[in-house]
């Protein structure tokens, strides 16, 4: 399945009927929809609190990030080693949350529609076709969601640098993890 | 795919991508350019192009090494383990380094302006310090910044063939690097020659200056690769980084081989006068490459997720639902 921004705005308002997934919750988060995609889904939240509160989520989500990684200083492994454990707590927190909440969490999302998302984030590094390349070659493979942020990690590291390869690679867990893929879901 | 520009959002000042610094300080430093060369034509005025290149341009390349360099030591600090770019972004930062040394001699301490220090405190400095500066300042910011800055490539482009996406050369390619060879073998042969025939007395300096064009082949040949590499990639931040330096080597060819046809009089001076304006360019293009790379650092970070860690740590990974 393609982004909302490509597939244009009717088919969008067609699947907002029922909800945005995620993905298009933090694309819309991050301004990254076509305007009128980006009025549908505001008309949608303004009724549905579900997808409101899974957008707070998202915000809460993402604002604890930002805090963590600028608490970590880059040549310091104390605080970088106190900010991971920090990290740590808050996902586990987040997790049990998620684990206690299971009515906001969305509809499983196509493992296609994940890749698209991933495709797209490390587009904008790599560029399009570095990116389709080296997705299908983790494809090609049978994989797990998983798997897939332990391949991005790596790369991204090895070209942009611990925290500009960790980011990436936390923003591609989180869109994985934003379409409640299953850690077993098999993409092939 | 979003574009870049739609990419990275201005909220505010200081998230004003320094790419974008840089092309518009190229732009503006190149349309002056232009008007001061109309004027000069049309007036016939030499000394307000000669106060255009003594002053304003020696600013802007001082500050363009100052900026590149300090982008280059900032993209190089973010890689903390082996196996990454880091030994490439060290290189090029010594590149980086050597090219700001080489141009502080060449566009600052020999150039009779009000902002040389020297024109206050030597007073016969011009008469007989400011040739020998010249030639070690391009001595500094050419063989030398080549040699580090092709080895720096060099380790960038095995990371890239260490990933798997190192560009291929294609057929017509052949031709150019075919080219860069000749040239470089002519270039050699050339010295020697000279070398063993002339019986004066030979300077450190100028014998520093006389690899320029052989590791100006050897950056081609690179440059190529760079190029084949960024156009494979597609758009992207990390495409354009060395895409950016493949085209301030190309630009670098274009005014050798430019300054090649004047001497052999097969261009006339008021021709290659333009290429006074491409040098501009090129100091852009290099300072574009470790931009986009910054560029690319701080635009990962301002989209919500930065969790710095240590190679495969657990952060990402624990992010997603445990089986």
């Known amino acids: 399945m393609q982004s909302p921004s490509k597939k244009g705005p009717l088919r969008f308002v067609n699947r907002l009927r029922t909800h945005p997934v995620n993905a298009d919750l933090i694309a819309y988060r991050d301004g990254e929809l076509a305007s009128r995609t980006r009025a549908a889904v505001k008309r949608h939240l303004e009724r549905c609190e579900r997808c409101r509160k899974e957008l707070v989520l998202i915000e809460e989500d993402l604002l604890h990030f930002g805090q963590l990684a600028n608490r970590i200083e880059p040549d310091s492994d104390t605080l970088m080693n106190k900010g991971m454990f920090d990290l740590q707590q808050a996902m586990e927190r987040h997790d049990a949350k998620l684990d206690q909440a299971p009515s906001t969490s969305l509809a499983i999302t196509p493992a296609a529609e994940v890749l698209a998302s991933v495709r797209k984030e490390l587009a904008i590094y790599l560029g399009a076709r570095a990116a389709e390349q080296f997705l299908a070659e983790a494809q090609s493979r049978s994989f797990v969601a998983q798997d897939l942020v332990s391949l991005v990690e790596p790369l991204m590291v090895g070209l942009l640098g611990n925290q500009g390869g960790s980011a990436v690679a936390g923003r591609v867990a989180l869109l994985c993890k934003s379409a409640s893929m299953p850690a077993h879901h098999t993409v092939t | 795919m979003k574009s870049l520009r739609d990419g990275m959002q201005v909220r505010s000042l200081s998230e004003i991508p320094y790419s974008r610094v840089v092309l518009v300080l190229a732009a503006l430093q190149v349309s002056v350019g232009i008007v001061v060369h109309i004027l000069w034509i049309s007036t016939g005025n030499l000394s307000l192009l000669r106060n255009y290149f003594d002053y304003q341009g020696s600013i802007y390349f001082i500050f363009l090494d100052v900026l590149t360099l300090w982008l280059c030591i900032v993209a190089w600090r973010q890689f903390r383990q082996q196996g990454s770019l880091r030994s490439a972004w060290f290189l090029i930062s010594l590149a980086m380094g050597s090219k700001l040394a080489g141009d502080l001699l060449k566009h600052w301490l020999c150039v009779d302006t009000y902002i040389n220090p020297l024109h206050y405190a030597w007073v016969?400095?011009?008469?007989?310090?400011?040739?020998?500066?010249?030639?070690?300042?391009?001595?500094?910011?050419?063989?030398?910044?080549?040699?580090?800055?092709?080895?720096?490539?060099?380790?960038?482009?095995?990371?890239?063939?260490?990933?798997?996406?190192?560009?291929?050369?294609?057929?017509?390619?052949?031709?150019?690097?075919?080219?860069?060879?000749?040239?470089?073998?002519?270039?050699?042969?050339?010295v020697i020659r000279v070398a063993a025939s002339e019986?004066?007395?030979?300077?450190?300096?100028?014998?520093?200056?006389?690899?320029?064009?052989?590791?100006?082949?050897?950056?081609?040949?690179?440059?190529?690769?760079?190029?084949?590499?960024?156009?494979?990639?597609?758009?992207?931040?990390?495409?354009?980084?060395?895409?950016?330096?493949?085209?301030?080597?190309?630009?670098?060819?274009?005014?050798?081989?430019?300054?090649?046809?004047?001497?052999?009089?097969?261009?006339?001076?008021?021709?290659?006068?333009?290429?006074?304006y491409v040098w501009f360019i090129w100091a852009a293009a290099f300072a574009l490459g470790p931009a986009y790379q910054v560029d690319a650092v701080r635009h990962a970070r301002s989209r919500g997720m930065s969790a710095s860690g240590p190679f495969s740590n657990p952060t990402a990974a624990h992010a997603l639902p445990r089986s």
């Not at chain 2, 950056?219 to 493949?246: H, P």
Request: contains cysteine; glycine residues 8%; positive net charge.
């Open chain 2, 124 to 190: 016969n400095w011009h008469s007989s310090a400011a040739g020998r500066l010249n030639v070690w300042g391009s001595a500094i910011a050419g063989p030398l910044f080549m040699l580090i800055l092709a080895i720096g490539l060099f380790k960038g482009l095995q990371h890239y063939k260490k990933i798997h996406m190192l560009g291929k050369l294609r057929s017509s390619d052949l031709i150019w690097v075919g080219g860069a060879c000749l040239y470089a073998l002519y270039v050699v042969a050339t």
């Open chain 2, 199 to 276: 019986p004066f007395i030979i300077h450190a300096e100028w014998v520093l200056t006389w690899p320029n064009d052989l590791f100006l082949a050897i950056l081609l040949l690179e440059a190529i690769l760079l190029m084949r590499t960024a156009v494979d990639m597609g758009k992207g931040y990390l495409a354009r980084t060395w895409g950016a330096f493949a085209i301030a080597i190309f630009l670098t060819s274009l005014e050798s081989v430019a300054k090649w046809m004047l001497d052999y009089n097969y261009m006339s001076r008021p021709e290659y006068s333009i290429m006074w």
